[in-house]
């Protein structure tokens, strides 16, 4: 486990960059990682960081079908939000771990 | 008289009805098990279809077969579970009562949640091989093929057996090979993981395979659509995928049985104790197999592994004690990659699969993530075993949890 600081808070991350602790994470955060991975975040993306975050500290899993269906954006519209891989970079800018991938 | 409902005849299903049944004395405890067909298919049968190395006989018996004497049997479809009265309504009005309730209804190919995909090129230009009738089209169409752009699409996850679609291309490649055609097939592997497989080793091993016989990968796709009409295949960021055969792996979803029972996540999967199986919705509910939202694979050797625990688990329910068994997420795959050979994984919930040799007595050693004839006739000897030990429920020399034993790290 290593650490990093964003936005001037010294946080827990995994080897690609996820947060470990998803309490440790702000909205300033977000919106560093965000500029990271060439994003500026809006209403939208902070609406579907909340419901991300909800989700997942609920214990629940993600899915790009599941985000389909959260009544915030369809999945067109989430791959706008995060183009190219919207899973992955959703999760690490709403500060929760890496979803797995079970198969 | 006690009951005991199972629902689902197929593998799951079956092998509990053998295994309860013989723990249950038949004065006290009646089990019946519920489903709408009489055929049991041997599911991991019809990847070797297309190629023309099975027919429709070496997959398919009744399932009657398979059931053990003072079993209630009935052939109906579920209307749907009503956990809150203990009981199950079957089509016209026919009430099942339960005090133990075993759910095994699987999971079922979706081809309508893609738009496109069922249109007017299925079955002409665009097949499955998840299903008895798709597998079959298939092997009539690879009669004739004079090659052209082989495309196998995953369209989301999870989807049974994991290992089967990179089966299919490595047989697609040695069949090919074989007719001569194999320069006039471009065979292309597209998929939603970021690679080959899940776990970093096994991915770097199958991807390796993929690379040396030629066939190309796509990761990280995401279908949106099938247009029928230029005939290609277009993901949610707009990436297009041309074909001129499209196999495809549908959508993955359990009964829309479990949507009716409002017992299902967003796939219609029941939400399950991944230690227990025990349902999250009710104590004297139990799921097995792909009806299960477990993450662990969707496979006959999950289902095969989970029985034991399940087992264990249901007489601790009913004798009152609290659960011993704990169920680790264990599965194993042979892994067909053509040419008369094979590899094998063994992994679980938290290991992932490893390298090395896996004991099974009597047969192996078998190599672990290594190619090897062994193996190949490891798969083969198992319809055997399937039909003949696996679904009656006896004992197999394999443990249901994952031993390390012969592993490396």
């Known amino acids: ?103 | 008289m006690k009951k005991l409902l199972i629902l689902g005849a197929g593998t799951g299903g079956t092998i509990m009805a053998n295994k309860m049944r013989k723990v249950l004395e038949r004065d006290e405890w009646d089990i019946t098990i519920v489903d709408q067909f009489k055929t049991h298919y041997y599911q991991p049968g019809f990847l070797f279809i297309p190629f023309g190395m099975y027919k429709k006989n070496d997959v398919i018996k009744p399932k009657s077969d398979f059931f053990p004497v003072g079993l209630n049997v009935i052939y109906s479809k579920i209307d749907k579970i009503e956990p809150e009265n203990n009981r199950v309504l079957l089509e016209e009005g026919v009430v099942l009562n339960y005090d133990y309730l075993i759910i095994a209804t699987g999971t079922r190919t979706a081809p309508e949640e893609t738009p496109g995909l069922k249109g007017d090129l299925w079955y002409k230009d665009i097949f499955d091989f998840y299903t008895i009738e798709g597998a079959l089209a298939l092997a009539d169409y690879f009669k004739t093929w004079k090659g052209g752009k082989l495309v196998v699409n995953i369209a989301e996850l999870p989807y049974k057996c994991p290992v089967a679609p990179l089966e299919f291309v490595f047989f697609a490649d040695a069949f090919f090979t074989e007719r001569g055609l194999r320069d006039k097939v471009e065979i292309t592997y597209v998929t939603p993981l970021p690679g080959a497989f899940t776990k970093p080793r096994a991915t770097k091993m199958l991807g390796e395979l993929l690379k040396d016989k030629n066939i190309h990968i796509i990761p990280d796709f995401n279908i949106a659509e099938v247009d029928n009409v230029n005939k290609k295949i277009i993901d949610y960021a707009g990436v297009e995928v041309p074909f001129d055969c499209l196999v495809s792996v549908p959508t993955n979803m359990g009964d829309p049985m479990i949507e009716r029972s409002g017992m299902g996540d967003e796939l219609n999967f029941v939400p399950t104790d991944k230690y227990t199986l025990q349902s999250q919705k009710a104590e004297n509910i139990f799921v097995i197999g792909d009806a299960a939202n477990v993450p662990t694979s969707k496979a006959g050797s999950v289902v095969h592994f989970e029985a034991d625990i399940l087992q264990e688990n249901l007489m601790c329910a009913i004798e009152g004690r609290p659960f011993t068994a704990k169920f680790d997420g264990h599965a194993n795959c042979y892994i067909e990659t053509g040419y008369g050979k094979g590899t094998l994984i063994d992994f679980n919930y938290d290991t992932e699969p490893l390298a090395g040799s896996f004991p099974f007595p009597g047969i192996g050693p078998f190599g672990l993530l290594k190619v090897s004839r062994m193996n190949h006739y490891g798969k083969l000897i198992f319809r055997w075993i399937y039909w003949h030990i696996l679904l009656k429920g006896k004992e197999m020399p394999i443990d249901s949890e994952m031993q390390m034993a012969g592993k490396k790290l």
């Open chain 1, 1 to 103: 486990m290593a650490t990093k600081t964003i936005a001037g808070i010294s946080v827990d991350v995994s080897g690609e960059g996820y947060m470990n602790d998803p309490s440790q994470w702000t909205k300033e955060i977000a919106t560093e990682i965000a500029k990271e991975e060439g994003i500026d975040l809006t209403e939208k993306h902070f609406e579907l960081i909340s419901w991300i975050r909800t989700k997942v500290m609920s214990g629940e899993a993600l899915t790009i079908r599941g985000i389909g269906k959260s009544g915030i954006v369809d999945i067109k519209e989430f791959y706008q939000l995060f183009p190219g891989a919207p899973l992955k970079k959703a999760t690490k800018i709403s500060g929760v771990p890496k979803p797995a991938s079970c198969i």
